[in-house]
């Protein structure tokens, strides 16, 4: 008895582990059957494999066909699974060469005429090929592109069943048979506004500038016409660009989205999700298969909540785990799935459900119940989580600071030297932004201000009027105020102008 053997892989999330795929042919009851703990689209595995074994010349034996999926304790979902299934399968049964199945991955769906449909997750599926020191990855041909992206690997993209089969040493002849293409998404990449188009508001620019800085959390209030929506997204483009790993994150999770992969694009994500969002929508899920929400689509970018009072509460406070952890693990029956939340959160909101509280020469006539209720969605841990919260007022006039504005390009360049500095400064540390700083380290490490600086934070603390973390938070901005301006130590002018813009508090 010999058992044919190659590999597969299982995604959980954007974390992907290899998977051997066994088959074995007895002299029994003829029976086609998959074990290894598979979901429904495993199960039907069988049908798909069946005909497109026979649609391609490679009609699998009547006897009993055992295929197992190991190890038998990881949950394995999708149809990625078919092509290993199908090969391991013909192998127990024509003897292919055991060498060139046991150095390749096989990862695919397949049509009952035997050509390869595109599959999800191929990017993070590729990456764990490597890493376990495999030597080829076979993927239909419309995913060829995206597993090229992982580097030390050999990419065959196959047309057909039969094709992969010829190259493991099968005698068949492979159909002549056009490649099953994906869906075509046209992307066209959106223009980049440029931070010099907002006019008058030079403070929130300026503040806008530290956040990207920094990487701190954002909360602008101000009325309808304040700016806020034109602010945030400006954002993205004043980030520095993304390194080669914050790349791949960002396309291993596009990936697993099913959204097309051609390239690394280099250019920060930014998600805006609708305020009626559900919570699933914002942090993933899904009842039976688990996909990435916004917040892991905004990993290494910008989350905007626009309209952030109209948000639900419980959908909000969702967003406190991940946005201290950097990760949101979604745990459904029988299985959970870690994915990528490292994002900056910009939330606006207006002040009040009309947007005229507080706004001269306009009448607010919302009831302070009606006030309450809707700022008070966004919870008290949810703020403390926040770095800076920004006033905008509207614009009383324009073109008069015309020669004042600050284009994107100078702030990005503001921004890669600040980060620079806080880099260097941090380069014996885990961390690399200020905001990823532990509190411990900032308050007690090298870098600790004397009491002499942090004496206004230090009053604030114990009136009430910040808390622990919020005291943490304060101090970050304050670093991040100072790498702007090309200062080794904080002053009282850093901690002050921080203070100010986490709590409206002048030191």
């Known amino acids: ?10 995604l959980v999330g954007v974390d992907a582990a290899l998977v051997e795929v066994e088959a074995d042919v007895s002299a029994q009851t003829p029976e ?3 074990i290894g703990l598979g979901d429904r689209a495993l199960s039907e595995a069988v049908q798909r494999v069946h005909n497109a074994c026979a649609n391609s010349g490679l009609a699998l034996p009547r006897r009993r066909l055992t295929v197992n999926l190991s190890p038998a304790s990881l949950p394995k979902q999708g149809s990625g699974f078919d092509l290993a299934v199908a090969v391991a399968a013909i192998a127990a049964e024509c003897g292919l060469r055991p060498e060139s ?56 993209g196959a047309v057909n069943l039969a094709e992969v089969a010829r190259g493991h040493g099968a005698q068949v002849i492979v159909p002549e048979q056009s490649a099953v293409l994906q ?4 992307e066209e990449p ?42 945030a997204h400006r954002l993205p483009g004043i980030l520095p660009r993304l390194d080669d790993d914050a790349a791949l994150t960002v396309a291993a999770v596009r990936s697993v989205s099913g959204l097309p992969v051609a390239e690394l694009s280099r250019i920060p994500p930014i998600e805006a999700p609708h305020h009626s969002a559900s919570m699933v929508a914002l942090v993933g899920g899904g009842s039976r298969v688990v996909r990435p ?16 009072g109209e948000f639900p509460a419980s959908v909000l406070d969702a967003l406190r785990q991940p946005l201290e952890q950097g990760s949101i693990v979604v745990h459904r029956a029988g299985i959970s799935a870690r994915f990528p939340a490292r994002f900056q959160l910009v939330m606006a909101t207006n002040p009040c459900p009309c947007g005229n509280a507080g706004v001269r020469g306009a009448r607010c006539e919302c009831p302070p119940m009606a006030i309450r209720r809707y700022l008070g969605r966004l919870s008290g841990p949810l703020r403390d989580r926040v770095d800076i919260e920004l006033q905008l007022r509207r614009v009383a006039c324009t073109g008069g600071d015309a020669g004042e504005r600050v284009s994107t390009a100078q702030a990005r360049a503001q921004v890669e030297a600040a980060r620079t500095r806080a880099s260097a400064r941090l380069r014996d540390t885990p961390w690399r932004r200020n905001a990823e700083v532990s509190g411990v380290w900032l308050r007690e490490g090298p870098y600790a201000p004397p009491a002499a600086i942090r004496r ?48 409206g508090i002048e030191a």
């Open 293 to 308: 929400g916004a917040v892991s689509r905004a990993s290494e970018g910008v989350l905007f909540l626009d309209e952030a």
């Open 183 to 186: 869906d075509a998404v046209t």
């Open 190 to 231: 959106a223009p980049v506004p440029d931070l010099a188009d907002v006019s008058g508001q030079r403070e929130a620019v300026e503040a806008l500038i530290a956040v990207a800085a920094g990487g701190h959390h954002l909360l602008m209030s101000g009325p309808p016409g304040a700016g806020k929506t034109m602010l």
């Open 32 to 34: 086609f059957r998959i």
């Open 456 to 503: 206004p934070l230090d009053d604030a603390l114990e009136r009430g009027a910040i808390t622990l973390r919020g005291y943490d938070r304060v101090l970050r901005v304050a670093w991040t105020l100072a790498d702007l301006a090309g200062r080794d130590l904080l002053e009282p002018t850093d901690v002050g102008r921080a203070l100010f813009l986490k709590k």
């Open 101 to 156: 199945l046991a150095e390749t991955v096989h990862l695919g769906e397949l049509g009952l005429d035997g050509r390869l449909r595109p599959v999800t997750g191929v990017l993070p599926a590729a990456f764990a090929a490597a890493r376990a020191g495999r030597q080829r990855i076979v993927v239909p041909a419309a995913n060829a592109a995206e597993a090229a992206l992982v580097p030390g690997i050999e990419v065959v």
């Open 1 to 10: 008895m010999s058992v044919a053997r190659t590999w597969a892989v299982a």
